[in-house]
């Protein structure tokens, strides 16, 4: 029983973070339409601008890669 318990609240804590996913996304800093290692992007790239900021407002480091995707999303590519 306790590990049907646990497998459970496990599972509903992972549906819980994919669903995060999404509205976190749409939250970020739109910057894609900067242009990439200019005074405005304050040159750097744009997925590393992207990290830079989201750290300024959360605390917290994005990967490269989140940061990446997130731009090319942005992006629409």
Do not use: C
């Amino acid at each position: 029983m306790a590990k049907k318990l646990v497998g459970a609240l496990v599972l509903g804590g992972l549906l819980m973070v994919g669903m995060a996913g999404p509205a976190l996304a749409q939250q970020y800093p739109q910057v894609a339409s900067l242009t990439a290692f200019s005074p405005e992007a304050n040159f750097m790239s744009l997925p590393g601008y992207l990290r830079l900021l989201v750290f300024q407002q959360i605390g917290n480091w994005i990967t490269m890669e989140e940061a990446t995707r997130v731009v090319n999303q942005q992006a629409g590519r």
